[in-house]
C-alpha cells in the first residue's frame, strides 16, 4: 500500500529537549515536505526536500532542521524545542498526476 | 500576510444539497490550485485540481471553478453527503511548483 508514514503520532515532551519526527514513504517521490497546522493559520510549510541531499526552507524553518540522506526517509528535527512548536505536523511526499501532496496522519508535538 | 484566504471557517449544508466553499489569493502568479480534504486524526488527502489556464474541472460530484479576473476560486460539492463532512483546505502552487501554500480551511457539515 502506497503510504506516508510518520512517528511518533503522539508526543509531549519538555522545553529543550532534542526530538526528531520521522518520515517515510514507499512510492520512490522525489520530493518531500514538512506542514505544521496550527488553528486559524492551515497548514504551513517548514522545510522541502527536492531529492536525496537537497534540502530548502519553507514559510516556517525556524527551530527547525531537517536531513535528506535517502530517498524513502525526510526526518524532523527539534534541536531545542519550546512552547510555540506546539502543532499538528504533516510530512508529505509528492507525486501523481496532478503532481498532488500525499500527506502522512500527523504527528501531535506538545511541548512543556 | 495570507496568500491564500478562506474566509468562512465553517458551513453546514443539508444532505442533498449543494455545497459551495470559497477561496480567493492574491498571487496572480499562482498557476495550479488543489482542494484538499481532511478528517480528524487524518492527514490532508487530495480531492481536486485546476490548472490556471482553465475555468472549471469536474470530479464526480466535485466541481472547482476557478476566476482569475476575480483571483477567486470555488469547491461545490453536489449532492453533498454526511460522508463529506471534513474540513477543506484550499492551496495554490507557486515557487516553480516546490511550494504548496495553503489556506485556514472551512469545516464542512453535512447534516440529514
Known amino acids: 500500500e502506497a503510504q506516508v508514514t510518520q512517528n511518533p503520532r503522539y508526543l509531549i515532551t519538555v522545553t529543550g529537549k532534542k526530538l526528531t519526527v520521522t518520515c517515510s514513504q514507499n512510492?520512490?517521490?522525489?520530493?518531500m515536505s514538512w506542514y505544521r497546522q496550527d488553528p486559524g493559520l492551515g497548514l504551513r510549510q517548514i522545510y522541502y526536500s527536492m531529492n536525496v541531499e537537497v534540502t530548502d526552507k519553507g514559510d516556517v524553518p525556524e527551530g527547525y532542521k531537517v536531513s535528506r540522506k535517502e530517498k524513502r526517509n525526510f526526518p524532523l528535527i527539534l534541536e531545542s524545542p519550546s512552547p510555540n512548536q506546539t502543532s499538528l505536523y504533516f510530512c508529505?511526499?509528492?507525486?501523481?498526476?496532478?503532481?498532488?501532496?500525499?500527506f502522512g496522519e500527523g504527528s501531535r508535538l506538545t511541548v512543556l | 500576510d495570507q496568500q491564500v484566504k478562506q474566509n468562512s471557517p465553517s458551513l453546514s449544508v443539508q444532505e442533498g444539497r449543494i455545497s459551495i466553499l470559497n477561496c480567493d489569493y492574491t498571487?496572480?502568479?499562482?498557476?495550479?490550485f488543489l482542494w484538499y480534504k481532511k478528517y480528524p486524526a487524518e492527514g490532508p488527502t487530495f480531492l481536486i485540481s485546476?490548472?490556471?489556464?482553465?475555468d472549471k474541472n469536474e470530479d464526480g460530484r466535485f466541481t472547482v471553478f476557478l476566476n482569475k479576473s476575480a483571483k477567486h476560486l470555488s469547491l461545490h460539492i453536489v449532492p453533498s453527503q454526511p460522508g463529506d463532512s471534513a474540513v477543506y483546505f484550499c492551496?495554490?502552487?507557486?515557487?516553480?511548483?516546490?511550494?504548496?501554500?495553503f489556506g485556514a480551511g472551512t469545516r464542512l457539515a453535512v447534516h440529514p
Open positions: 512510492m520512490n517521490h522525489e520530493y
Open positions: 498571487n496572480s502568479m499562482f498557476d495550479y
Open positions: 492551496a495554490a502552487l507557486s515557487g516553480g511548483y516546490n511550494k504548496l501554500i
Open positions: 485546476i490548472s490556471s489556464i482553465k
Open positions: 508529505a511526499s509528492r507525486g501523481g498526476a496532478a503532481g498532488e501532496l500525499f
